[in-house]
């Protein structure tokens, strides 16, 4: 019955169930108790045997003193301990059917065999149940005066003795060991969730990671590029002497750094692009159309479709940071004049389009680049579509499509 291997920790199902079989001791204690008593009563009472009562009530002395010394050890799983403790008192149990051929005192049949399967392991159980057996029906053989008729009587008792020990000791096991292992289940099971929870954690710093760096690419990284330009702008210029156009710049590199900071601190608030702050989705698709045409000098048309329903701050979020990466693109890398920006409101999705007249480009060349990959890592997250047409000299067209 004992449980060897890695020990149970604080706190888990072996513990626990290690914890309630040392809540079941003081039944154990009680039930000796009360059987070893009613021995000793019974000693006393009958007849003294051919060496007297003492050499009995010796020999239960000496049962006692091996269960209290060792014993007790014994039912808190340590092998050896039982072992010892079986060592003893059997011989000793034996001794006084010697000396006493009438004793009662095998009424601690009724702790020691139960005992027996407690404390050892299922195969020494089995055999100590047989040997104990063998001994005391070859006693009881002997002290018959070897008389063959009492042969099967003794037969009967000692195998109906040890069919009943090894189907109650085993069928105790099997309830036992069952518990031991739905407990090592339960235990592996909370490590391989604690296991999981750690990957899940790690996986959700890593996914919280890359939403920063498109946060930063799709925002601040956007806007120093915005502030490079027209800084370069105001600085060309200055030299053709042109006040009044280096002044509209420095004007606009200053507004744009203005919502580039605002965007920064709402990124480390964790809260919605600045651009949807107090207004709707189309109205930042305008605003957002119209600082393009102001910034870039591209000619920025915008268009809505449909109801523009709130859709949630995911799915607008999704929308307009991909907007915001597609008209990065054009002002960067397509030598656009002119974009268009629609916004179609359908029953079942939203479609965004972003479409430029500028030099296109081969999508089987494999171009794209982070900002495609962050426009459909978005994209992915609430369940949307992501598809870009383009062809040298044609211009590219990128289509979003997000459920409702």
Known sequence: MSDEGCPPRAGDSRAALEAMWRRQEPYWHSVFAAVWVASVVVALLDGP???????????????????????????????????????????????????????????????????????????????????????????????????????????????????????????????????????????????TQARLAAVE??????????RISREIHDTLAQGFTSVVALARAAESALARGDVDTALERLGLIERTAVDNLAEARLIVAELTPGHLQSRTLAEAMQRLGTAVSREAGLRAEVSVVGDPAPLGGACEVVLLRTAQEALSNVRRHAAAARVRLGLEYEPARVVLTVTDDGQGFDPRAGAGGFGLDGIRARAAEVGGEVSVTSAPGAGTALRLEVPR
């Open 201 to 210: 954690r790690d996986r959700g710093v890593q996914e919280e990671r890359e």
């Open 49 to 191: 045997g051919t060496f007297g009562r003492w050499p009995s009530l010796l020999l239960l002395a000496v049962i006692a003193a091996a269960y209290g010394l060792v014993g007790l050890r014994a039912l808190r799983q340590e092998t050896r301990a039982g072992l010892v403790y079986h060592g003893i008192a059997w011989p000793a149990l034996l001794l006084i059917q010697v000396l006493d051929p009438g004793t009662e005192s095998w009424m601690l049949f009724f702790v020691l065999y139960p005992q027996m399967w407690a404390m050892l392991r299922v195969r020494t159980a089995a055999v100590g149940t047989l040997v104990t057996l063998a001994g005391f029906g070859l006693v009881r053989f002997v002290q018959s005066g070897f008389d063959r008729g009492a042969v099967g009587a003794i037969l009967v008792t000692s195998v109906i003795s040890l069919a009943l020990s090894l189907a109650l000791g085993l069928f105790i096991n099997r309830i036992v060991a069952e518990a031991a292992s739905r407990a090592r289940t339960i235990d592996e099971l909370r490590a």
